[in-house]
């Protein structure tokens, strides 16, 4: 059983550049989540999908931000024209039908320069 | 929105002895999960525990949902419970976590 994966794990950009990071979540878990945690802090939610759809959008998530799950299964996050303020980890997480836990991967540390 | 606040923010233990870690929350909640995130970033699941307590093996949680607070216990802590833990709660039908800001743990041998 793999758990959530998430790529890339390091990325280092210039701002004004577009990243496009990636999450596959546990097999079968229908809910993906996505947040951002900078250095110090809790995660914060950003956005979450159950199966294709995408339900409900932070008002952290700017119009630079955009999230898919085009066929219920992987998920990509963009940050569109990147400003320093963006640098944090993001996480993904996965959640079965019917559960409870959410389960995260590692994340991706974005680095805006 | 809900709140959530950990205490203490910082914590200090010679390996071996016990603490208590607590978490209050704003509102009735119908998901609460206490992380350890690893000195990698990981987050690992503890407990799922809206409510009554749970123990395995050397961590406990307890949650009063009445009074709106979590406690977890660790025993005969070693350095390798070294990390951050959070206290995450969701009130909402989607189960979107808002996390607390962490209690930071330094176990020294």
């Known amino acids: 059983d793999t758990g959530v994966s998430q790529n890339p794990r390091h990325k280092i950009t210039k701002r004004g550049q577009n990243v496009t990071f990636r999450c596959d979540p546990i097999s079968e878990h229908n809910r993906l989540y996505w947040y951002r945690q900078t250095l110090g802090q809790g995660p914060e939610f950003l956005t979450y999908?159950?199966?294709?759809?995408?339900?409900?959008k932070s008002r952290l998530l700017s119009d630079r931000f955009s999230a898919e799950r085009p066929k219920g299964s992987f998920s990509t996050l963009e940050i569109q024209r990147t400003e320093q303020g963006d640098s944090a980890m993001y996480l993904c997480?996965?959640?079965?039908?019917?559960?409870?836990?959410?389960?995260f991967g590692p994340g991706t540390r974005l680095t805006v320069t | 929105g809900i709140q959530v606040e950990q205490s203490p923010p910082d914590l200090i233990l010679q390996e071996g002895a016990n603490s208590t870690l607590r978490c209050n929350f704003s509102d009735s909640v119908n998901n609460l999960q206490w992380f350890h995130q690893n000195p990698w970033g990981q987050l690992i699941n503890l407990f799922y525990?809206?409510?009554g307590t749970k123990q395995n093996g050397r961590l406990s949680a307890t949650t009063v949902a009445t009074e709106r607070y979590s406690l977890l216990y660790i025993s005969s802590s070693q350095t390798t419970d070294s990390g951050v833990y959070f206290c995450a709660v969701a009130s909402n039908a989607g189960n979107m976590l808002t996390f607390g800001g962490g209690t930071r743990l330094m176990v020294k041998p």
């Open positions: 997480a996965s959640e079965a039908p019917g559960g409870r836990w959410q389960y």
């Open positions: 525990i809206p409510s």
């Open positions: 999908f159950q199966n294709e759809a995408q339900l409900e």
